[in-house]
């Protein structure tokens, strides 16, 4: 499974987190007073909410605490620091200041309601004091969380590990023991401490919600601590989700019947009366305890593994309500409280009250995203960019196949990454490129050919926008290359590059990762480029070579979607330039388009799908490899004859003869009628080869013609 099929299913996952909230909540009033309680009571509900608390933030922190480590190694510690402020601590602030308040107010109506007058003394006694953090209290750990883990990461790189050694041992220790289906034993064992020695512990309840108090709580610091570190961890060895997809229904199938068998301990429904102490045997406290903590474990692994099997592939639909989970959480509490109040008169059986709060609950708040939130800023806080509603990706609409795209589309060639349309460019009185139309395909690599002076580096120069053309246009990525969002997709590396030599090597792949949006994380650019023996090494200590490997892994960190590469293994050994043209293939495999200029044409023979030949700043030829050989009529003959040289040197259509020994090579026009005299003449003929011209002849012979 790849990276990215990875990030849908766990996208997904963390979406089915939030949206649970609503669900949870809105079953609420049906089995508990809080914020009001309907006269239509159920067992259904209870059981329905105590399922959903048992696994639902734990998943969520689980999945925070990977998403955090893959944004810190993507983009930095600076750039991390500002995007938790805008996506959490911003969305935290105001959402409270906006909801809090609203909230709070339908909850002390809805208990009047429910008490008669009496809400003080009969329910809001039971709410402790403190500051009501209400549902946000989940922005409020992620807060703290983030505080820890950087503060803790940081002193441990520098003091403990700073060679990196230990985290390759803990990373060791982790896949070994997640591969077992004992890992849950070792991951509830804090819980189990924190919640079976606390007496006040209200076990019908669980994992107590942390939402009043801005004092951290141990359970909460335990439980969602866990789960967010080993977030954290899988992501340096993301390979390790893939256990969690084969092990998913076994996984499930302990997590349910952990869950039955807490259930016919504490209950289908809360006692009000009795809710720290549990009827039974002295050891039943504990073997709740420990079910209770088993089973939360075992439901995020089986979650996380079913989202892993089944939600792996890419999907508009999912991704909108993915992207709009986060506001329908946030904003969904005084809705679907309010409409408990509001309903709690009503003479209906609470299989019609609960599904009418979901589905209005929902379908206010998904308007309100749609028009409201989607297209602007708060868009853009939330879900780190905003999508304008008149787009497909606004409406949640696939895109055409590529077929049909093309009858549709207006412009088909600004799909093209690279467009040269009727370019001209002078310098003074020289003509550097003459109304040159050149595109490069999605998913090709061209090869961009020519003497020196030819135009290739004009052309180039033009696609990066460090120059203008005089006539014609240039675009990149659907847009002229001057402007910066035509460059967010683009990855270059060029043959004389001046880069700090006092930065170390990770430090240059991680600085230039944090330019782009989606970028590899520093391991996995490390290792696609094979610069992970000199991640920690400076880069003025660096040989001519290893310096060549350090710009490829810049080049393509940011996972470009067009790459510029010239002369890419100038200076590598055989060893090095094999890898590199190994890695620029996997990259054309997973759809990179690569512009190549290089002098060294049996790269480009090895690697290109397509050649463009310029000469004096004219396109003199384009085509494949196979189509450029083909307008060379000269054909390269080799075999083991006695014939002399001399003679064949006299037959009609030879250019050329060379022996080796037994070995004959004659380069002809005429290849058919060189071949028949040979047998003619050398009846022992043997080992005959005929080939067509390579490339180099091919370049050689078209360029010479423009001369």
Not at 297 to 318: E, I, K, M, Q
Request: proline content about 6%; charged content about 20%; overall charge positive.
């Amino acid at each position: 499974m790849s990276q990215e099929n990875r990030l849908h299913a766990l996208d997904a996952a963390r979406a089915f987190a939030l949206l649970l909230g609503i669900v949870l909540h809105a079953t609420m009033s049906f089995f508990f007073f809080m914020p009001a309680q309907d006269p239509s009571q159920s067992t259904t509900m209870a059981v329905t909410f105590y399922v959903i608390h048992v696994f639902r933030m734990s998943l969520f922190f689980l999945l925070a605490g990977f998403f955090a480590h893959m944004v810190l190694h993507r983009r930095g510690m600076r750039a991390f620091v500002k995007d938790r402020a805008k996506r959490i601590l911003a969305p935290m602030t105001v959402g409270w200041l906006l909801i809090a308040p609203p909230t709070i107010y339908i909850v002390i109506i809805g208990m009047t309601k429910t008490f008669g007058g009496q809400a003080a003394a009969a329910g809001g006694a039971q709410i402790p004091p403190g500051f009501p953090l209400t549902h946000l209290w989940f922005l409020y750990y992620l807060c703290i969380f983030y505080v820890i883990a950087l503060g803790v990461r940081a002193a441990f790189v520098r003091f403990v590990d700073p060679k990196g050694t230990l985290r390759a041992r803990i990373d060791g220790v982790l896949r070994a023991g997640l591969a077992t289906y004992a890992a849950p034993l070792l991951l509830a064992a804090p819980l189990f401490a924190v919640l079976y020695k606390d007496p006040a512990w209200m076990m019908w309840f669980g994992l107590p919600t942390p939402d009043i108090g801005l004092t951290p709580k141990l359970p909460a610091l335990a439980g969602f601590g866990t789960a967010f570190l080993l977030g954290w961890l899988l992501h340096r060895q993301v390979e390790v989700l893939e256990v969690f997809r084969r092990q998913c229904f076994v996984n499930l199938a302990f997590a349910i019947g952990l869950t039955v068998f807490c259930l016919s301990l504490v209950g289908l429904k809360p006692n009000m009366m009795a809710l720290t102490t549990l009827d039974g045997p002295a050891w039943s406290r504990a073997a709740y305890a420990g079910a209770y903590t088993l089973s939360i474990w075992y439901w995020v692994f089986g979650l996380t593994g079913l989202a892993l099997r089944f939600f792996d592939n890419p999907s508009p639909a999912r991704r909108y309500v993915a992207d709009s989970s986060y506001w329908l959480y946030i904003m969904h509490l005084p809705v679907v409280f309010g409409l408990q109040v509001l309903l709690m008169d009503l003479p209906w059986h609470w299989s019609l009250k609960f599904p009418f709060i979901v589905l209005v609950t929902l379908a206010i708040l998904l308007v309100s995203y749609h028009y409201l939130v989607r297209p602007t800023f708060i868009g853009g806080v939330l879900n780190g960019r905003k999508v304008s509603r008149r787009s497909k990706a606004g409406r949640g609409v696939t895109s055409p196949a590529p077929a049909a795209a093309a009858q549709l589309d207006p412009n088909p060639i600004d799909k093209k990454p690279a467009v040269l349309e009727k370019v001209t460019k002078r310098f003074d009185t020289t003509v550097a490129l003459d109304g040159v139309s050149l595109a490069v395909e999605p998913g090709e690599m061209l090869a961009v050919l020519g003497p020196n002076g030819a135009g290739k580096s004009t052309a180039i120069s033009l696609w990066l926008g460090l120059l203008e053309p005089d006539g014609g246009s240039v675009r990149v990525m659907g847009a002229s290359p001057l402007e910066v969002t035509s460059r967010l997709e683009v990855g270059v590396m060029m043959q004389d590059v001046n880069l700090a030599p006092d930065l170390k090597v990770r430090e240059h792949i991680a600085q230039t990762a944090s330019y782009y949006a989606n970028p590899l994380s520093l391991d996995e650019a490390l290792e696609f480029s094979g610069t992970t023996p000199l991640a920690g090494k400076r880069y003025g200590k660096l040989s001519g070579g290893q310096k060549r490997q350090v710009q490829f892994a810049v080049a393509i960190c940011g996972r470009p979607k067009l790459l510029f590469l010239d002369e890419p293994t100038v200076g590598l050994d055989v060893e090095a330039r094999e890898a590199m043209w190994r890695a620029i293939r996997k990259l054309m495999a997973d759809g990179c388009s690569i512009v190549l200029t290089t002098h060294y044409l049996e790269e480009a023979e090895a690697l290109a799908d397509r050649v463009a030949v310029l000469a004096k700043g004219r396109l003199i030829a384009t085509g494949s490899v196979e189509e450029m050989r083909s307008l060379v009529t000269r054909r390269r003959i080799s075999c083991r004859s006695g014939v002399d040289i001399d003679e064949i040197r006299g037959w009609p259509g030879v250019v050329e003869v060379l022996r080796d020994g037994n070995q004959v090579r004659v380069t002809a026009f005429d290849a058919e009628g060189v071949v028949r005299r040979l047998f003619v003449a050398d009846s022992a003929l043997s080992h005959l080869e005929v080939r067509q011209a390579s490339l180099a002849e091919a370049f050689t012979e078209l360029t010479k013609e423009t001369a």
